[in-house]
């Protein structure tokens, strides 16, 4: 088992619509979860990290982690075809590294 | 402010040749990572330095070589390239303090043939 999992994707969604990206972690006692937007070529960006159960909203996004079940997920509302890209969920340990995991990514397609 | 700089952006070697990639960061930050990502997978970690004058192995540190020169600088060495280290590779940086992300230099495209 991966440390964490992401579906590869593609998700495909209309223009507009709500784009919900999954993510799995089998590490119970981490810390600091993250997701990264990344285009293609182009170095990951922070779109937004979350640290509590429950929703932190940002903007058309909106992170949410259930630590008990161990996921944590990024809504993107209203989405446009310029939030075409690869998400990349991150989950930082608990030690003095705070080494990021990554997963694989899901890449997201908004139809126009 | 340019962040995390990363040279070269572009490197072609020949199996065998060695290189070293740079990475430099301005932001005073105590801890840098190197990653390797390849087509249709995520990040793994290379090596990393949590702070100044230690490192340590990630994931997958085998063929690879760092060095932390100097708070700023963190730089990995390929002794012997091979070509299953055609990659892209990204350096990070973070300041040290847990709530905070890490940031990312622009990559470096390494195809060795």
């Known amino acids: 088992q991966k440390e964490v999992e992401q579906n590869s994707g593609p998700l495909s969604v209309p223009e507009g619509a709500i784009a919900s990206l999954n993510c799995t972690y089998s590490d119970r006692v981490s810390q600091s979860f993250f997701w990264y937007r990344q285009y293609s070529g182009k170095s990951p960006e922070l779109i937004m990290s979350?640290?509590?159960?429950g929703d932190k909203e940002d903007g058309r996004f909106t992170a949410q982690l259930n630590k008990a079940s161990q996921y944590v997920s990024l809504l993107i509302r209203d989405s446009q075809p310029s939030d075409s890209a690869t998400y990349l969920c991150a989950v930082r340990r608990v030690d003095s590294s705070y080494k990021l995991i990554f997963g694989s990514g899901t890449r997201l397609l908004v139809r126009p | 402010n340019a962040g995390v700089t990363q040279t070269p952006k572009f490197q072609v070697l020949k199996t065998g040749q060695s290189m070293t990639l740079q990475c430099a960061q301005d932001m005073n930050h105590n801890s840098m990572y190197w990653y390797r990502q390849d087509p249709g997978m995520g990040l793994r970690l290379i090596y990393y330095?949590?702070?100044?004058?230690?490192?340590d192995k990630g994931e997958v540190p085998n063929g690879y070589n760092v060095s932390r020169l100097n708070k700023r600088e963190f730089s990995l060495r390929l002794e012997s390239a091979a070509p299953s280290q055609t990659s892209v590779y990204f350096c990070?940086?973070?300041?040290?303090?847990?709530?905070?992300?890490?940031?990312f230099g622009d990559g470096t495209r390494l195809s060795i043939l």
């Open positions: 330095s949590a702070s100044e004058g230690t490192t």
């Open positions: 990070a940086s973070f300041p040290g303090q847990g709530a905070q992300p890490q940031h």
């Open positions: 979350i640290y509590s159960n």
